[in-house]
Nanobody, 124 residues
Framework: QVQLVESGGGLVQAGGSLRLSCAASGRTFGTYTMGWFRQAPGKEREFVAA????????PYADPVKGRFLISRDNAKYTVYLQMNSLKPEDAAVYFCAARTSIIVGTTISEYRYWGQGTQVTVSS
């Protein structure tokens, strides 16, 4: 069992930045692909970014390419999402997820463990 706890959400003005963190329990963190997803009110949860265990592969959803950066620190069992140039449409609850595979995944069904989410609000 892996527990994931997100932090770092909050209110930011459009154009601003936030860094989300996701702390994982368990010594197997370094073997998991990690992902970030988001869900805005009335919308389906969607893929944002992912990172393979060694950090070699990092796919991004088109709307966040060039603005968001995913990274991880396996020694700290933590994955990060640096969000820059935030837009009102980025407002959502952001979820961290763990996939028990070294192969990257971009769909919800590929991730086994999920955090509770952290709210990101972007004012225009």
């Amino acid at each position: 069992q892996v527990q994931l706890v997100e932090s770092g959400g909050g209110l930011v003005q459009a154009g601003g930045s936030l860094r989300l963190s996701c702390a994982a329990s368990g010594r197997t963190f370094g073997t998991y692909t990690m992902g970030w997803f988001r869900q805005a009110p009335g919308k389906e949860r969607e893929f944002v970014a992912a990172i393979t265990p060694a950090g070699a592969i990092t796919p991004y959803a088109d709307p966040v390419k060039g603005r968001f950066l995913i990274s991880r620190d396996n020694a700290k069992y933590t994955v990060y999402l640096q969000m820059n140039s935030l837009k009102p449409e980025d407002a959502a609850v952001y979820f961290c997820a763990a996939r028990t595979s070294i192969i990257v995944g971009t769909t919800i069904s590929e991730y086994r463990y999920w955090g509770q989410g952290t709210q990101v609000t972007v004012s225009s």
